[in-house]
Each structure stands twice: as C-alpha cells, then as structure tokens.
C-alpha cells in the first residue's frame, strides 16, 4: 500500500503543482500576496496533494474493483438488453446523484426539478 500511496503523491502533485507554480511565479513578479496568506496558499496546496492522494488510493482500493466485477459480470452475459439495461439505470443513478445538477435544478423554479434531473 506504501508504494501505491507514493504513486498517487506523484499523479496527485503533477496536477496540483502547475498551479502552485503560476500562483508562485505571479505572487513574486505582477500581484505580491502577504506572507500569510503565501504560507496558507502553500499549506492549502499540501494538503490538497495529500486528500487527492488518500481520496485516489481509497477510490482505487474499494470502487474499482466493485466497478470491474460488475462489467465483467454484465459483458459475460451476453444478452445486449442485461448490459443496455443495466448502463441505462447506472446512468440515470449518477446523473441523479450529481450536486451539480442538483443546484441547477434550484435555480431554474419555472420548471420543475425532475425534469431538469
């Protein structure tokens, strides 16, 4: 599990560290921040790369596996409808489920919220 968490330290700090580095390099030639709220920036950023990493290891550990089982299960059967049926209700569950769409959706109070779902 150790060297696992050391990979998603690396995916996790390749996608947060351009940022870092574009707010660095502005806060040090165009817009200087005061020095607390650099160091709170930087702690943000550490922290971030580390919930990113566990977020990643745990959703790897627990989810993927579950994910795979169940496409392995439904390509096996080989009846179209099983898998249609069954990507069609997963589809709908997860759009469903989206925070996203669930402000949307109490945003617009002209139409009802089902429909915008």
Do not use: N, Y
């Not at 950023?45 to 795979?68: K, R």
């Amino acid at each position: 599990m150790g060297k696992k968490l050391l990979e998603k330290l690396a995916e996790s700090a390749k996608s947060i560290l351009p940022i870092v580095l574009i707010v660095l390099a502005l806060h040090f030639t165009v817009a200087r921040m005061p020095a607390g709220t650099l160091a709170l920036f930087l702690t943000g950023a550490a922290l971030l790369i580390l919930g990113m990493s566990v977020f990643t290891l745990g959703s790897d550990m627990a989810t993927m596996p579950m994910g795979e089982a169940i496409g392995l299960r439904l390509t096996k059967s080989k009846k179209i409808w099983r898998l249609l049926l069954g990507c069609f209700v997963l589809g709908v569950a997860v759009t469903a489920a989206e925070p996203d769409l669930q402000v949307l959706t109490k945003q617009v109070p002209t139409i009802p919220d089902i429909t915008l779902v």
